[in-house]
Every structure is written in C-alpha cells, then in structure tokens.
C-alpha cells in the first residue's frame, strides 16, 4: 500500500511516514513539558535563591526560617512546589523537590533515606501507570536531575555529601554546585573545584554527563554541545 499520496505542487508537503517526526513535536509542544528537580544539601547554602533565579519566581515566599534548636531537632523533609511556566507558546509543568532538614541534625546517619525513598516511589508509580490500561493521563512525577549543593567553606566533600550521592547518583541525573562561589576568588574556586572533582571521581560517584552528539547531528547542534561541554570543564563558575 502506498502511504504517501499526497503531493503538494511537486514539493515536500506530503502526508508519510517522513512526516512522523513533525507531527510527534507538534503533538508534544502542544500538550507542553514535565520537569521534576530535586535540591539537595544542607540548609544556607542558596538553593531556594538560586531555584528563584533560574525560573523568575518566588517559590518560597510561604516558607517558616527555622531557629537553631527548631533545625537540630528537624528531620528531613520532602516539600514539592509545582508551578506553570510558558515561553512562546511552549508550556513547561514545573516541580521543585525541596528537601529541608538534610544535613542540620547532629547525627545524620542515613538523614538521606526518605529522598532515596521517594525517588523509588516515583519511579514505581510511573511504571505502575505505564503497565495499566489507561495510559492517556499519566503524570510523569519522577526526579529527572537533583542540584547537588556543596558547601564552600570546607576543603572539598564532608561524609554526608559523599553517602549522599553514593546513595542516588544510580537513581537521579546529580547536578553538585559549588555554593555560594560569589564569595570566593577565582584562585579558591578552581582550587576546590579541582578538590571535589577528584574526591567524586575517587569515590566513584557518577555525575550528569553530557551525552555524545548522535551521527546525524548537524555541524552548528555540534559545535553547541563542544562548547558547553568545555564550559563545564574549564569555566570557574558556581555550577560544575
């Protein structure tokens, strides 16, 4: 059977299969985005101002500062905060997992078990969603990447940051940050930064890596990509 019949004035304006890739974005862009990510690290670091930044919002704006004693005796939490962003007309289901309480107790022996937790929940309810027979509606609430935030004022990874990430970089794209690096010289940024990259690469953490370039790419997409990835590596900025 011939699948493409129509032709329009002799040009590439046909219905086929070659159309099949134009019609799934159209689809896509119409019906918009999900994004779930995750901050992770310990309370003062930045991350609710840098989330701010990133997204031109205030996420939170409702949020109770805990005092001294309060954060001792706090346990970690999961806090979501899902908002709707749009730009030209593409629109992007935002969620934010906070996770206040993660390093502020005085013992935080496995204080990361309920974000470990609730990144296999998400990804079990998503499987359960896509095995059933209803599958129009699913709502994709798995973590695709975690911002990492790693203090400045220490000489690289503390414990916690190191059985932290141990425990989800197979489970979430981890993203570390150097927080706070506005308050650092360039010498002392590079200096730790070259510090915790040679800590996460001893202790065998796998972080998000840019994926390589697919063979059908165009020059301009691959010269995009090279220049990103040399950013990451060679640029002392605040984000690895």
């Not at 086929?16 to 159209?26: C, D, I, K, S, Y």
């Not at 004693?69 to 962003?85: L, N, S």
């Not at 989800?168 to 690096?181: C, D, F, G, S, T």
């Amino acid at each position: 059977r011939i699948l493409a019949l129509h032709y329009k004035d002799q040009d590439k304006d046909y219905v086929g299969f070659a159309t099949l890739p134009n019609q799934v974005h159209r689809k896509t862009v119409k019906k918009g985005f999900t994004f779930t990510l995750m901050v992770a690290g310990e309370s003062g670091l930045g991350k609710s101002t840098l989330i701010n930044s990133l997204f031109l919002t205030d996420l939170y704006k409702d949020r109770k500062v805990l005092n001294a004693e309060e954060r001792i005796c706090q346990t970690v939490d999961i806090v979501k905060h899902t908002i709707g962003i749009e730009e030209k007309g593409v629109k992007l289901r935002l969620t934010i997992i906070d996770t206040p309480g993660l390093g502020d107790a005085v013992n935080n022996t496995d204080s990361w078990f309920h974000i470990e937790q609730y990144i296999d929940q998400q990804f079990e309810q998503y499987f359960r969603d896509e095995s059933g027979l209803n599958r129009r509606n699913i709502q994709d609430n798995r973590v695709h990447c975690c911002l990492y935030f790693i203090s400045p004022f220490g000489h690289g990874l503390r414990p916690l940051d190191v059985e932290c990430m141990r425990a989800l970089h197979e489970k979430v794209n981890i993203i570390p940050v150097l927080a706070k690096a506005d308050s650092l010289t360039r010498a002392e940024i590079f200096k730790k930064k070259r510090k915790i990259k040679e800590e996460i690469k001893q202790f065998g953490i796998n972080i998000y890596e840019f994926p390589e370039c697919d063979s059908d790419d165009d020059d301009e997409f691959r010269m995009q990509e090279q220049i990103l990835k040399w950013r990451i590596q060679l640029t002392l900025t605040s984000c690895f």
